[in-house]
């Protein structure tokens, strides 16, 4: 006699709610599953990688990040002598568009240098000398400084480019949507009218949902699958959210402000300029004192200190300045940004910060720095690692569920003898 494992806990024949919603969600996550699959399964792999970003970048780019000061007294030239310097070593069509102040004793100084319309290579400076130690443009890897680079563009577009960007973030919206998908699936059907024996509250028939069957490859393949997303859901939510934020916001900004009140972040209220204005009435030094300024009115105005500057730029097809320093409004000190925009005659635009704002903005700033594994320390990092193979091992499973499952269709439909062959995995009677 055949025994056939129910991964939702029911008894046979117990009545089960809405059938129909329950089927249709089942196809969804099933579906919905394999087309993720193997994004998910880069994304976990980069992710668990990603976490320890600056660690290993540090590692692989030693040769162009690594410097020695001249001498013991040494510091760092001033931030408009080294953007002079940089700049008159760039060639023809290379342009520079912000100058950093955040430059490190021992370590050279990273800035981005537009070598063509919106295309983009992040070069190394030496920040004693101003001298060029070379750049890397996130490509195909190529030596060890390009690994990182290329691994983070493998998380979030496949190296794809704006197609990959976009097909991420259609991705992440359907893990989105499959994160509540897959949570409905796990909960307990209705009891059985007339069943003997006590009723069991909703909670306690939900709690083998949370457990994994060992004993069998094919029970623990599913309830590994299903405890594990249970397990993991919080953090499998925002990880996907905010990977919407990243590659589909169009999508996730009215979503925020309709459901948290999140207002624009400082950058989409810029005016859109065409063609681009090139040359603003501030020089780099005036803009500089004009972005100080305005921002210390802001600290005044919303009670924050200001810790360091970090940067100014100027964004061409805006016609704007943001100048941007680490505050105490920031949620990370890995990835400060608190900034304040002004046109090219130093009228202030907006401000933009971490925390602050409005409710919704401090939320999603927690989710993308959740996702960036830019607060909490080393242990929150190596959680993230962990989290990313675990995301791994949840799509690597669902896909060997599905298998498993048209396998045995197959084979029954060969010979349905074989249905009544020893123990049975079937999840889709099970409806889970």
């Known amino acids: 006699m055949s025994r056939v494992f129910s991964p939702s806990g029911a008894t046979p024949g117990a009545s089960a709610p809405p059938v129909l919603a329950r089927r249709v969600a ?3 996550h099933r579906y919905v599953g394999l087309a993720m699959a193997v994004f998910l399964v880069v994304a976990g792999m980069t992710g668990a990688l990603l976490a320890f970003y600056e660690e290993l970048d540090r590692e692989f780019s030693a040769e162009l990040m690594d410097v020695t000061p001249p001498s013991p007294s040494a510091r760092p030239l001033d931030p408009f002598e080294l953007t002079a310097r940089l700049e008159a070593q760039l060639p023809n069509g290379k342009r520079l568009h912000n100058v950093r102040f955040d430059a490190e004793p021992d370590r050279a100084l990273g800035v981005w240098i537009e070598t063509k319309p919106e295309e983009w290579e992040e070069t190394y400076v030496d920040p004693y000398s ?5 750049a890397r443009d996130w490509g195909f890897p190529e030596r060890g400084a390009d690994v990182m680079p290329f691994i983070y563009t493998l998380h979030y577009s496949l190296a794809l480019g704006q197609v990959g960007n976009y097909l991420f973030g259609v991705v992440a919206l359907l893990w989105t949507i499959d994160c509540f998908v897959g949570a409905y699936l796990t909960f307990p059907r209705s009891e059985q009218k007339g069943r003997a024996g006590p009723r ?6 939900w709690i083998p949902a949370w457990t994994v069957k060992t004993k069998q490859l094919g029970s623990f393949m ?10 993991l859901w919080a953090m499998l939510f925002v990880f996907a959210w905010s990977a919407v934020a990243f590659n589909l916001r169009e999508v996730y900004t009215p979503v925020m402000a309709t459901l948290t009140g999140m207002k624009p972040s400082g950058h989409d209220t810029l005016p859109q300029l065409t063609p681009p204005f090139p040359a603003p009435a501030l020089s780099l030094r005036e803009a500089h004192a004009v972005g100080k300024k305005l921002m210390a009115e802001e600290a005044k105005r919303r009670d924050f200190t200001i810790q360091r500057e970090l940067y100014l730029y100027y964004a061409e097809d805006h016609g704007a300045f943001a100048y941007g320093v680490e505050s105490s409004l920031d949620l990370s000190s890995s990835h400060p940004r608190t900034e304040v925009y002004f046109d090219g005659n130093g009228r202030f635009i907006n401000f933009e910060a971490q925390t602050g704002i409005t409710t919704g903005n401090t939320i999603s700033s927690l989710f993308t720095y959740l996702h960036l594994a830019a ?3 080393l242990g929150y990092k190596i ?3 962990i989290f990313g193979l675990s995301v791994t091992a949840l799509s690597a499973t ?3 569920v599905w298998w498993r499952k048209r396998v045995r269709k197959t084979r029954n439909a060969v010979d349905p003898a074989s249905s009544n062959e020893g123990v049975i995995f079937d999840p889709v009677s099970a409806d889970s």
């Open 200 to 205: 069991l509250s909703w909670f306690r028939r």
């Open 398 to 400: 669902g896909v060997w």
């Open 222 to 231: 599913f309830t590994f699958h299903r405890a594990s997303g249970l397990w």
């Open 375 to 377: 607060i909490g320390g």
């Open 130 to 134: 101003g001298k060029v130690l070379g």
């Open 26 to 28: 089942l196809i969804v």
């Open 383 to 385: 959680f993230v690692s």
